[in-house]
């Protein structure tokens, strides 16, 4: 797995929360994942299968950053991680993955998206079981952080 | 959606922790998911990709359930959800998923299997964000209860 197939989900993931809750995250450095450093408070969870290989994406938010991007797209905040912000955290993932579906695809790499799933549980962490290295990438934000993690198999 | 397609994940995840750990789980009755009745400590997730649909599939443990299992078919039990517990459930979700693909080939559904997460963290939620008809069927024993949820778009 190379940069090519990662960076259009670090750039789509900036876009989406950008365009739909004006908001911009800070990129951090991405590194290999060596153990598992993510935690989060509610995390997206997709597979993906195509030709040439198949691998997973997750996007792990802390509480306070995604209350922060319901309050910025929806006008409200629940206060706590309940269905619509599950939802909303399914549709991220969705539109995320989406968008780094169609850059790749202009490059030549395809894949199909599986449907995305949503866990919620106040500082889980998330393993990619792939056999492949493990890319994690952070975002800061005044309001929390986000974890990108993709793993896809050699 | 339909019984055809949820029985062999069902029937699968029984074979696969007879086999391997020496243990019959009870079935429960399995039912149309409305809310978010799964709750648990560790759980292996998968998503699936075919012609005909796509969707994607958890099974969720107990932490004391997923420690006998290891127990029975390590000879280990780490007291935790630590990094082996995490590989085991990540195991486990790809052979139940495997042996489900199998039964289903035969009957002329084919899907192909993305790679498989695990979500640790005492008390998760899992939400699958599919849209179609969710199906939950949790599994009990002595030692705690499992849940299968599987999702596929109508």
Request: proline share 5%; hydrophobic share 40%.
């Given at each position: 797995?190379?940069?090519?197939?990662?960076?259009?989900?670090?750039q789509?993931l900036l876009n989406?929360?950008s365009?739909?809750?004006?908001?911009?995250?800070?990129?951090?450095?991405?590194?290999?994942?060596?153990?598992?450093?993510?935690?989060?408070?509610?995390?997206?969870?997709?597979?993906?299968?195509?030709?040439?290989?198949?691998?997973?994406?997750?996007?792990?938010?802390?509480?306070?950053?995604?209350?922060?991007?319901?309050?910025?797209?929806?006008?409200?905040?629940?206060?706590?991680?309940?269905?619509?912000?599950?939802?909303?955290?399914?549709?991220?993932?969705?539109?995320?993955?989406?968008?780094?579906?169609?850059?790749?695809?202009?490059?030549?790499?395809?894949?199909?998206?599986?449907?995305?799933?949503?866990?919620?549980?106040?500082?889980?962490?998330?393993?990619?079981?792939?056999?492949?290295?493990?890319?994690?990438?952070?975002?800061?934000?005044?309001?929390?952080?986000?974890?990108?993690?993709?793993?896809?198999?050699?």
């Open positions: 797995m190379n940069v090519e197939f990662i960076n259009p989900f670090l789509s989406v929360i365009t739909m809750a004006s908001m911009q995250l800070n990129p951090g450095k991405p590194k290999l994942k060596t153990d598992n450093l993510a935690k989060g408070d509610v995390s997206g969870l997709i597979g993906m299968v195509g030709p040439q290989t198949r691998g997973s994406m997750s996007i792990t938010f802390e509480q306070g950053l995604i209350l922060e991007i319901m309050q910025n797209m929806l006008g409200e905040n629940p206060g706590t991680i309940n269905d619509e912000v599950t939802d909303l955290v399914g549709e991220i993932t969705n539109m995320v993955t989406g968008g780094a579906k169609n850059l790749l695809g202009e490059k030549g790499y395809n894949f199909e998206m599986a449907t995305p799933m949503v866990v919620a549980g106040l500082g889980h962490r998330i393993s990619h079981k792939a056999d492949g290295k493990k890319i994690i990438m952070p975002f800061t934000s005044p309001h929390g952080t986000a974890y990108i993690e993709i793993c896809f198999e050699n």
